[in-house]
């Protein structure tokens, strides 16, 4: 993900750029493009990084249009799930001979 | 290499100012192979590094289309111009994906096409030779972009996620880029004596700046260690040099042509080609802005850039009445 500080006002606008490689799988960000419009940003997009047929549906997102969680707070932001173990199936004890569990 | 890391001067006074405990924290994630992504905390002497490496391996990929698009439209064939073009269109794209690494880092594609276009950012030297034949075509692919693929193959471990990941996608095509060169260079080495003998010419004048790809030796380059440190850099420049000759010679000889050096040899005990002094001084000429074609490519840049101006203006007026209408 970009964040970059325009210092020339008529720069093109950055626009992320995600790809879903084949149907059934998820739009997985490529990079970014810089583009007049969405419309161009798709264009482009196209252009750099799918000329070897690596996709088959792109998405294209203003930069300025992401909100992001910050990583200087990660640990405080994640904190709620560190400490329930009980989420996960390891944490359960199955006695031997209980089977399709 | 595309990034021969020569304008590298004072980056350690920047460190003094961090906050010690922040840096050994930053440290501790580079040493556990933790990859830094574009958000995180870091040096500000590991940003500007950063920032000047891989900007100085886009403006490469840009000034690089130069040499090679000079044959498009002298291409032998309609076959290797369709190749050609592919090729050369793909490394617009390796500089595109890395601009966009680059401005993740907080600089913009403006400020960096104007350092380009002011002369005040480097780009690698091998760009300022000539393409005097159709050979030099086969020799830029075999041996320029083998060279590059050397050094980029490690790049794609490098500590800064969007460096390492636009590397990948890099090195994915590289390969295509290196075998249709060889393929130009064994097709001549097997025609008549002439296509023959341009086939040596072309590694004759491409052979020395090739190895000067990979930077100063190890002694010279006295920036290395904190790039090392930082995992931006895995292999020193030496290490890479001597890995591209150990694998293109054998190349040279499957074609039968002659690598341009009295002084190479094969040491059995080391199982290392010994290879001759590079001529540095050539390299620092070059870099200097003194090599053959330094003037011609960036005044062709430039004019590229002024002669795409309306279009760009155009662009964004139509994007604004076109947005305006929308809004309305
Ligand atoms: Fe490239
Ligand atoms: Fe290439």
């Not at chain 2, 075998?179 to 130009?184: A, L, S, T, V």
Request: hydrophobic share 40%; charged share 25%.
């Amino acid at each position: 993900m970009s964040q970059g500080n325009t210092m020339d006002d008529n720069e093109w606008p950055l626009y992320e750029v995600f790809i879903r490689s084949r149907a059934g799988l998820s739009h997985r960000h490529a990079g970014s493009v810089h583009a007049a419009d969405s419309q161009m940003a798709l264009d482009h997009a196209r252009d750099v990084y799918t000329r070897r047929n690596e996709g088959v549906s792109i998405w294209v997102v203003k930069s300025s249009e992401i909100i992001a969680s910050d990583p200087a707070d990660a640990s405080a932001f994640f904190e709620p799930a560190a400490d329930k173990i009980y989420r996960h199936p390891t944490f359960y004890e199955i006695p031997e001979g209980v089977e399709n569990l | 290499m595309y990034t021969q890391g020569l304008d590298q001067k004072g980056e350690n006074a920047g460190r003094r100012l961090d906050d010690a405990g922040l840096l050994a924290a930053f440290q501790a994630r580079i040493d556990a192979e933790e990859k830094i992504e574009a958000k995180d905390w870091m040096p500000d002497a590991y940003r500007r590094t950063l920032i000047r490496q891989i900007s100085q391996h886009a403006h490469s990929e840009i000034i690089g289309m130069q040499p090679e698009g000079n044959w498009l439209t002298r291409a032998p064939s309609l076959r290797r111009k369709a190749i050609l073009l592919a090729k050369v269109q793909d490394e617009a794209g390796h500089g595109l994906y890395l601009y966009s690494a680059a401005e993740t880092l907080g600089t913009s594609r403006g400020q960096m096409v104007a350092d380009l276009l002011s002369g005040k950012a480097k780009y690698s030297s091998i760009f300022n030779y000539p393409t005097l034949t159709w050979a030099d075509i086969g020799a830029i692919g075999w041996l320029v972009d083998g060279a590059a693929i050397m050094n980029q193959i490690p790049l794609c471990r490098c500590s800064y996620g969007p460096y390492a990941r636009a590397m990948v996608r890099i090195c994915k095509e590289e390969s295509f880029h290196q075998r249709q060169g060889f393929e130009i260079m064994l097709m001549l080495s097997r025609g008549s004596a002439e296509q023959k003998a341009m086939a040596q010419d072309a590694l004759n004048r491409w052979w020395w700046p090739s190895l000067m790809m990979f930077g100063p030796g190890d002694a010279d380059s006295k920036h290395s260690a904190q790039s090392m440190a930082w995992k931006i850099k895995r292999f020193s420049n030496d290490e890479l040099r001597q890995k591209f000759v150990d694998v293109t010679v054998p190349q040279a000889e499957f074609l039968g042509i002659r690598v341009p050096d009295d002084d190479l040899k094969f040491n059995a005990q080391t199982g290392h080609y010994e290879f001759g002094e590079i001529d540095w001084q050539e390299f620092f000429d070059v870099l200097a802005g003194n090599g053959p074609c330094n003037r011609q490519r960036l005044e062709k840049r430039q004019r590229a850039h002024d002669d795409g101006a309306w279009v760009r203006e155009a662009a964004h007026a139509y994007a604004e009445k076109h947005g305006q209408r929308a809004a309305a």
